[in-house]
Structure formats: C-alpha cells, structure tokens
C-alpha cells in the first residue's frame, strides 16, 4: 500500500506535519480535513486512509493548526470553529500538492470530518480547477455558508442515522451543493460512526466516491 512518508508542508512559519501515502499506481490522493479538537493521528482518519490506500488513493493526513496554535485551542477553542482560516490552510496545502511532483500528477479530492468538511467544502470552492471530488463524514457542512453554491466538485455527504440534528444541516446544505452532491445516510449510526462496522461503511462509500470521481474530469 507504500509506505508513509513523514514531511513538513511549507504553508505557515515552521510548517505543518503531515504523513503521506502514495500506493504504486494510485488514481488520485485524498487529503484529509480533521474535525474539531483533532490531528493528523485521528483513529478513524487514519483507518480511513488505509482502506483508500488500498484502492490505489494516496492519502495526506496533516495537522491543520501549529503545535503553539494546538495549545492555545486546547485552552480556548477558538481556531478550530474558524472555518475561514481553516478553509485557507487546506488551499495552500492544496497548492503544495498541486506543485510537489509525486501528488501534483495526481488529481486531488478532500476528506472533510465534523468541522473539518466546511473548511473543505470552502477550499473546493477556492479551487475548482484542482479539486475533484468531496467527501463529508459526520460533517457541518452548513458552516461552509455562502461558499457552498460556488462548489464544483461531486460532494458525497455521509451522516449516521442516528445523528439526527447532523442530518437535518446535512439536507440544508445539500440544497445549497445543488445537482453535485448526494446524501447517504449510515443506518444505526451515531455521530462518530463508533458502531461495529459503520466507519467501514463509510471508507467503503468514501473509496467509491473518489475512485469514481477522481478518474474523470470535472467541470470548472
């Protein structure tokens, strides 16, 4: 599946860290947009990946906020609901991607979790030419607001079943996305997809959307 490639993307003073996988033969790479109070180690992330790993993806997980930045938000959350910031953050790691010659010959998608999907849905919006396909897992993709008419890239909205209030924002953002984007519902799902076998439903929906997507051009 390769081997994970520890690096550092240039994008802030002292950059941040990131592990990266690139399967011989991969169709294209997902990069990953945490949730809220998360990092690049997040087990369902990181379980995530490796299932696309082995659909022949590359996967980028990255920590969105500096060390200093992750203290300061362990104290007052405040840098991991500003959407915005976090939105700029993905665009430039995608700018990396997009420049760096192993992942810039790959066409990119966006894994966006909790918070994590508005501030990719958001970065989609700033680069339609370079993202082809979105995946939101459990994700508040309401608080991507007016960004959310400007996206061009197919959008996979995946919510449990059981994640009521999560589901509710999911159907008010997707009448926003429009014809691009399609919700799937995890039956007997809570928010976290804790339950035996749903996060596994969720990789398996995820791998599809992007092996689909990511092979065939997409509309500017």
Do not use: C, K, Y
């Not at 969105?64 to 362990?74: C, F, I, N, P, W």
């Not at 010959?105 to 919006?125: D, E, K, M, Y």
């Not at 959310?148 to 209030?165: K, M, N, Q, Y």
Request: negative net charge; hydrophobic residues 45%.
């Amino acid at each position: 599946m390769g081997e994970t490639t520890e690096v550092s993307v240039p994008v802030v003073d002292g950059g941040l860290p990131a592990d990266v996988i690139v399967p011989s033969g991969a169709v294209g790479v997902v990069l990953f947009a945490h949730g809220s109070g998360s990092s690049r180690h997040s087990p369902r992330n990181v379980a995530v990946a490796h299932q696309f790993n082995g659909r022949g993806l590359g996967t980028v997980l990255v920590d969105l906020l500096t060390a200093e930045e992750d203290e300061r938000d362990a104290v007052t959350a405040e840098l991991r609901f500003d959407i915005g910031m976090l939105a700029e953050r993905l665009a430039a790691i995608v700018d990396w991607m997009a420049a760096e010659p192993t992942l810039g010959r790959l066409p990119i998608g966006l894994f966006g979790a909790s918070t994590g999907a508005a501030a990719a849905l958001v970065a989609a919006a700033g680069r339609p030419e370079q993202v082809g396909a979105v995946v939101s897992r459990g994700g508040r993709p309401d608080l991507a607001g007016s960004s959310l008419s400007a996206v061009r890239a197919p959008t996979l909205l995946i919510v449990g079943g059981l994640d009521e209030e999560v589901i509710v924002l999911n159907e008010q953002a997707q009448a926003e996305l429009g014809d691009v984007a399609e919700l799937r519902i995890v039956p007997g799902a809570t928010h976290l997809f804790e339950e035996p076998g749903t996060l596994d439903q969720v990789a398996d929906q995820a791998g599809t959307w992007f092996t689909t997507h990511l092979r065939q051009p997409h509309p500017a």
